[in-house]
């Protein structure tokens, strides 16, 4: 036991602390101006701008597709479940070339796009495309299972009392959800501020313009500017941990709220 | 410190998710048949939608799986076979490519027995013992999971990189960790760490301490009982964790681009091969990389399927 304390702490905690320690080497004006200039600014709210995007769709999108694997029958069910994991399993960098090539000028999606005079690849579309596929796995997998343990007595219940669909829907039954969709909302949204590999293909990469702060850390480690990289990557734990601790509390309060539970 | 307890709620929920999944398959197919045999009935039926409704949320669902998940994925195979299946195979019978495959399975097999090796006593230890900084433990396991692959490669460079903390040292004793091999394995075992302890621990709590007691006190010795008693109770679990560690350790980009220095030949797992040969526009090259990860990822999850219907069938004893 011993040991795992000790694997734990070279593993994980000694490289955790020298990302701070590295931080507490700069001045404060120092860490302020690299976080405040307007690259920096620019990444982060590309960064964090686009992944709340992409998890608002994933969140719509997400809840329609559990909708449809958990309430209906259709054919390929149970092919269309499985493959909702496979932004899961897909290696990233094989996400980014894939998607690259499907939504570039000549590609399958692309090519039909440009024709509406639509570019995704090389643009901000495109990383929120990346973000938008790289997300839904999270969402779906979270609420399914609520979705399927959900007492059916209750919508009966609502439906003899008078109720009809609409209202069983969004009065009774999507409450009851809120605590899953708010943690898959979390969970998509953390996942696509820190994405890389499937994101830096399709973005084109143009500073203040479609750079996500992952690659700013990249780039100014590239140039050995290890203090710049540090204060970037700072900025985006803390603003991570801040908002799922948000939408944690979020949670919570909506399940306080759940007259069923 | 409540701040990353609730990361650590979150990730134990995706966690949580797996098992589930067959549920799903059971679960609403008696009332919809129901609904099938007779159409009167279906549409007095409180519990479903009418059905114009049912078809839009049907197709939307199936639409935007197909656009955003079977398309790209079909993609990768037919870029790889786009000038056919010579130009396929010699692009993967490349030195290069043949490096970058070995350095894969060797950086695979590292990590994915030292995290085998230390995910066990990590989730033997929170499972089986009660002591302090237990939920420090937990959240510390999570960790890497909460972390952009990128930040978890920079920690590496801040720590071994030229001007990191240990930089001078390593380059007056002629230690090569960054840019190498060791750098690459310890990026991979740092991002894919959680994946065995986390697979470990629900299933080792659910099953308690009684019968590793049981063992000792009949005179079975610790490893006795681990070997005996312990491990054949987590197998499947276990077995899951191995595979999803596997998967990720063989697929991880971001982390290891960081690390890697990109040296032709030498530091390129397949997944950087295949960011290279892409940004110099050999796309079947690329893409026919990029297809056996696609084949890795598929067999993950096929294997993924068949090892969590051994998980729940293991647990249907344990309920009864």
């Not at chain 1, 964090?48 to 309430?71: E, H, K």
């Not at chain 1, 290696?91 to 894939?98: F, H, I, K, L, R």
């Not at chain 2, 030292?114 to 237990?134: D, M, P, Q, R």
């Not at chain 2, 040969?277 to 990389?289: H, P, R």
């Amino acid at each position: 036991m011993g040991l795992t304390l000790t694997w734990l702490s070279v593993i994980i905690l000694i490289p955790l602390a020298a990302l701070f320690l590295k931080t507490f080497e700069l001045s404060l004006d120092q860490f302020w101006a690299i976080v405040t200039s307007r690259r920096t600014l620019n990444a982060l709210k590309i960064s964090f701008g686009l992944s709340f995007a992409a998890a608002c769709v994933n969140l719509v999108m997400g809840t329609i597709i559990v909708w449809a694997l958990v309430r209906y029958r259709f054919p390929g069910r149970r092919l269309f479940d499985a493959i909702v994991d496979i932004p899961f399993a897909l290696p990233t960098a094989v996400a980014g070339v894939a998607l690259t090539q499907l939504f570039a000028q000549k590609g399958w999606l692309g090519a039909p796009l440009a024709e509406l005079g639509i570019k995704v690849a090389f643009t901000p579309i495109g990383i929120f495309i990346a973000m938008v596929f790289i997300g839904i796995p999270f969402v779906v997998r979270t609420v399914q299972p609520v979705l399927i343990d959900l007492d059916p007595e209750i919508e009966e219940a609502a439906a003899s009392l008078g109720a009809n669909r609409w209202h069983t829907v969004f009065r009774v039954i999507l409450p009851s959800l809120i605590p899953a969709l708010l943690t898959g909302f979390a969970l998509a949204f953390a996942r696509a501020i820190g994405e890389y590999g499937s994101v830096i293909f399709i973005a084109g990469n143009l500073p203040n313009i479609s750079e996500i702060a992952p690659l700013l850390i990249v780039i100014r480690l590239s140039e050995f500017r290890y203090a710049d990289a540090t204060a970037i990557a700072v900025v985006m734990l803390v603003a991570s941990f801040l908002i799922i601790f948000l939408i944690n509390r979020l949670q919570r309060w909506a399940q306080a709220r759940i007259p069923v539970h | 410190m409540s701040m990353q307890t609730g990361l650590a709620t979150s990730t134990t929920q995706l966690r949580t998710y797996a098992p589930a999944t067959d549920v799903s398959v059971a679960a609403p197919a008696p009332r919809l048949e129901i609904a099938r045999a007779e159409p009167v009935a279906a549409r007095r039926n409180p519990r479903t939608e009418p059905g114009p409704i049912r078809l839009i949320i049907i197709a939307l669902a199936i639409a935007f799986l197909s656009i955003f998940v079977v398309l790209p994925l079909l993609v990768v195979f037919a870029s790889a076979f786009s000038k056919g299946i010579v130009a396929y195979f010699a692009a993967l019978a490349e030195p290069e490519a043949l490096a970058a495959i070995k350095l894969t399975l060797l950086i695979a097999a590292i990590s994915v027995t030292l995290n085998l090796v230390f995910g066990v006593v990590a989730a033997w230890a929170i499972s089986k013992f009660e002591f302090t900084g237990k939920t420090f433990l937990i959240t510390l396991i999570d960790l890497p999971f909460s972390v952009s692959p990128v930040i978890s490669g920079l920690v590496f460079v801040l720590l071994f990189g030229a001007q990191g903390y240990f930089g001078t040292w390593l380059q007056a004793h002629n230690v090569h960790i960054l840019f190498a091999v060791p750098g690459i394995a310890l990026a991979t075992i740092f991002v894919t760490f959680p994946f065995v302890a986390r697979a470990l621990i629900p299933l080792m709590q659910e099953q308690g301490t009684q019968e590793e007691e049981a063992a000792i006190s009949l005179g079975a010795s610790g490893l006795q009982t681990f070997f005996r008693v312990t491990l054949p109770n987590i197998k499947w679990g276990l077995l899951y964790g191995v595979l999803l560690c596997n998967a990720r350790a063989m697929g991880e980009f971001g982390a290891v681009s960081v690390v890697s220095g990109h040296i032709r030949g030498e530091t390129n797992t397949m997944p950087l091969l295949v960011e290279i040969l892409y940004n110099e526009y050999q796309f079947v090259a690329s893409f026919a990389i990029a297809s056996l990860l696609a084949m890795l990822a598929l067999i993950t999850l096929v294997a993924k399927t068949v090892l969590e219907r051994r998980l729940d069938e293991a647990e249907v004893p344990d309920g009864d």
